[in-house]
């Protein structure tokens, strides 16, 4: 009987390339650029657990990133989102997909370099636009132009993401297609 090559427990760490074998890979990028979706789909291939930061810190909460956000502000919110995001890179080695504004936090950013893989996927504003469209929970874009918000976003985050040990192009292709280059990346990767 053969393992579907896909199948979780057909890829466990032996597969992983060595210089992620014990490392977090941490998924940067603007909203829509296809964390979560590229995350879930990149852990199932490495045979590792994935999980959304946004995700867990609802779960924590209690309550929506919107609600969070309208109730207590950003700050608090980003001061939460650290807490999440340090509490799970000290766990098992995963797949993390950080909220579009986690990495421009220095104290965040500076936990997910040191000990994670960092990834940015980074996606032209035409694609971002017709991501985010499909979704309406965004706090950021609440009563504003989408096209414009990314493009302030960007100008102002995409220089901090440029940081990350890696950037993968994350185009209007098959999500698939991304998940293929960031193996490729993984490959070839030291740390």
């Known amino acids: 009987m053969s393992r579907n090559p896909k199948s ?12 992620i074998r014990e490392r977090s890979i941490v998924l940067v990028g603007l909203m829509g650029s296809g964390k979560s979706t590229v995350g ?3 852990a199932q291939r490495l045979g590792m657990r994935f999980a959304d930061a946004d995700d867990e810190i609802e779960r924590a909460a209690g309550m929506t990133i919107s609600e969070i956000f309208a109730r207590f502000g950003e700050a608090h919110f980003r001061d939460g ?8 890179l000290t766990g098992k080695p995963l797949v993390l997909a950080t909220g579009g504004g986690a990495f421009i936090n220095d104290d965040t950013r500076a936990l ?15 694609t971002l636009v017709e991501r985010v469209g499909r979704r309406s929970h965004r706090p950021l874009l609440k009563d504003r132009d989408p096209r414009e918000v990314l493009r302030e976003l960007a100008a102002v985050r995409n220089p901090i ?3 990350a040990h890696l950037r993968i ?3 209007s292709t098959p999500h698939d297609h991304t998940v ?3 193996m490729e990346a993984l490959a070839t990767w030291k740390v």
């Open 40 to 42: 879930r789909r990149l």
């Open 112 to 126: 997910i370099l040191g000990g994670s893989l960092c990834i940015w996927l980074d996606a032209d504003i035409p």
């Open 169 to 171: 192009s994350s185009a």
């Open 81 to 88: 989102e650290r807490r999440v995001i340090q509490r799970l």
């Open 8 to 19: 979780p427990a057909a890829n466990r760490s032996g597969n992983r390339p060595e210089a």
């Open 180 to 182: 293929r280059a960031i």
């Open 161 to 163: 993401y440029a940081e």
